[in-house]
């Protein structure tokens, strides 16, 4: 019975530790087919459109997940009163997190975006300017990708605003 226990509460503890974010200044992690975008309840499942922001929580910081680009505008926008540490992106070209404020975007209706947003990530303008080259669209810095989404303002008030300020 003393086994049992102690072993109910070890599952209990990785269960909970699993759900917390890598740390403030890590991505989270991101499980395809089985994590949720925080904004739309879509199943994350192309790590090419997955994004994240890092929100300071009372317990520490706190990580959203999202399936678009936009849901994570839209989620950040509905919700001023969280504080963002830092947000992250999947580039389009590898999959591999790059910080969201560092990317360089393209927005291009030939992309094909889980929320129909339109927009890939980037961790060079490089990359972007030769996946330019071969889809019609526009190339964008993190401030105006974010402000073209019709959102003005929301970038501006945290910390990856104040970093995208002194590129």
């Known amino acids: 019975m003393k086994a049992a ?6 599952v209990a503890a990785g269960l909970l530790l699993g759900c917390q974010p890598d740390s403030a ?9 089985e994590s949720v975008c925080d904004e739309c309840n879509m199943i994350i499942s192309d790590d090419r459109w997955a994004t994240a922001t890092i929100f300071e929580g009372e ?11 936009n849901c994570q505008v839209n989620f950040e926008l509905q919700h001023e009163e969280l504080k963002v540490i830092t947000r ?33 990530a980037f961790a060079t303008k490089a990359q972007a300017e030769a996946f ?5 669209g ?3 810095d993190f ?24 590129k």
Do not use: N, Q
């Open 59 to 69: 317990r520490g910081p706190e990580a959203r997940l999202f399936d678009d680009f």
């Open 132 to 136: 330019r080259a071969e889809a019609t």
């Open 88 to 120: 992250w992106s999947h580039g389009y070209a590898d999959s591999a997190w790059i910080r969201t404020h560092e990317a360089s975007f393209v927005a291009s209706p030939a992309l094909r975006t889980p929320m129909a947003s339109g927009y890939a």
């Open 5 to 10: 226990s102690i072993t109910l509460a070890c």
């Open 25 to 33: 200044d890590g991505p989270p992690t991101v499980r395809l087919g």
């Open 138 to 140: 526009d190339l964008l």
């Open 143 to 166: 401030a105006t990708a974010w402000k073209r989404l019709d959102l003005a303002g929301a970038c501006c008030r945290d910390t990856d605003a104040e970093e995208s300020k002194d």
